[in-house]
């Protein structure tokens, strides 16, 4: 049983550039979190997708935008990077439907811009 | 809006006990989570406490008091392997899907 993927691991972008981060969430999981981590801090909320829609944003602005496809799997993108925006790029997984409450998290991608 | 305060940093030695401390100041409540976290790999989930009192899990323990806006975790018998950095994350609303809110970690050093 798969849990969760990311790919790629490692990214290394320049200031205005744009970004594709990719999440397979665990089998039989519906839902897909993406979550922001600065060196040597928590975890922050960027936004969640079920059935292919946004349900909940955090405090993130329009440059930062995703997309679910019916396979439940998810993209992360973002536009016009900004040297504040490297940092490890976290999805994290769960099961909506049966309301299950843990999120499984995967491997993190850590983009670094220049 | 939601606060979340945990301890930067915290030392223990090998074979002992030690506690790390969670408050938390949210708009809703509907769990509190605890994951480990070592470097630079993705969290894992150590603990859920949706009721008041202690959840214990082998060395694991976590509490919860509602009222006091307080967790911790008790990590016994303290391995090598236990130095990571530990999480505190509220959920705030029943849906099985709702975010999560980060404190901004403990790191803990276990030394010989």
């Known amino acids: 049983d798969a849990g969760v993927t990311q790919s790629p691991t490692h990214l290394i972008k320049t200031r205005g550039q744009q970004v594709t981060l990719r999440c397979s969430p665990k089998?039989?999981?519906?839902?897909v979190s993406w979550y922001q981590q600065a060196l040597g801090q928590g975890p922050q909320f960027i936004f969640q997708?079920?059935?292919?829609?946004?349900?909940q944003r955090g405090n993130f602005p329009d440059r930062f935008s995703g997309h679910q496809f019916p396979n439940y799997s998810s993209e992360l993108n973002v536009n016009a990077l900004l040297l504040g925006d490297s940092a490890l790029y976290l999805c994290?997984?769960?099961?909506?439907?049966?309301?299950?409450?843990?999120?499984?998290f995967g491997p993190g991608t850590r983009l670094t811009v220049t | 809006g939601q606060n979340i305060d945990q301890p930067t940093e915290m030392t223990a030695t090998e074979g002992a006990i030690v506690q790390i401390n969670c408050t938390y100041q949210?708009?809703?409540?509907?769990?509190l989570f605890w994951y480990q976290q070592h470097a630079g790999e993705a969290p894992t989930f150590l603990s859920y406490n949706v009721l008041d009192g202690l959840e214990e899990k082998g060395r694991f323990s976590s509490f919860l008091s509602r009222s006091k806006g307080y967790s911790y975790l008790l990590l016994k018998e303290l391995q090598m392997k236990d130095s990571a950095s530990y999480l505190c994350?509220?959920?705030?609303?029943?849906?099985?899907?709702?975010?999560?809110?980060f404190g901004g970690g403990t790191r803990l050093m276990v030394k010989p």
């Open positions: 994350a509220v959920r705030d609303d029943g849906n099985a899907g709702n975010m999560l809110t």
């Open positions: 994290a997984s769960s099961n909506y439907r049966r309301s299950s409450y843990e999120q499984y």
């Open positions: 997708y079920y059935e292919e829609e946004e349900r």
């Open positions: 949210t708009s809703g409540f509907n769990g």
């Open positions: 089998s039989g999981h519906d839902t």
